[in-house]
Nanobody
Framework: EVQLQASGGGLVQAGGSLRLSCAASGFKIDDYAIGWFRQAPGKEREELSCISSSDGSTYTADSVRGRFTISSDIAKTTLYLHMNSMKPEDTAVYYC?????????????WGQGTLVTVSS
């Protein structure tokens, strides 16, 4: 069973950094695309970044390009979202998600969200 669990949210000051973790189990990360999303109050869910080892597809939203990056641990069981130069508008619930093979497909597996609050 594909399972994802995001963690690491919290309160951070504007300009600061935070790292979110996404623990993956029940599947081989190399066969899937992993993405990070967020949803702010009253707004639609936004895809932030995606990476796939299967087909090499990637995606980074303009809103976070140059500030947020994805990485994984050596064992490829945990994905990370490194967030730098954070802004109050980055305040949202953040989710990790997975889909078979490619970032170009619709994500079907979701973890629970973790709240990030950026104070000005």
């Amino acid at each position: 069973e594909v399972q994802l669990q995001a963690s690491g949210g919290g309160l951070v000051q504007a300009g600061g950094s935070l790292r979110l973790s996404c623990a993956a189990s029940g599947f081989k990360i190399d066969d899937y695309a992993i993405g990070w999303f967020r949803q702010a109050p009253g707004k639609e869910r936004e895809e932030l970044s995606c990476i796939s080892s299967s087909d090499g597809s990637t995606y980074t939203a303009d809103s976070v390009r140059g500030r947020f990056t994805i990485s994984s641990d050596i064992a490829k069981t945990t994905l990370y979202l490194h967030m730098n130069s954070m802004k109050p508008e980055d305040t949202a619930v953040y989710y990790c998600a997975a889909v078979e093979y490619s970032c170009h497909y619709d994500f079907g597996y979701w973890g629970q969200g973790t709240l990030v609050t950026v104070s000005s």
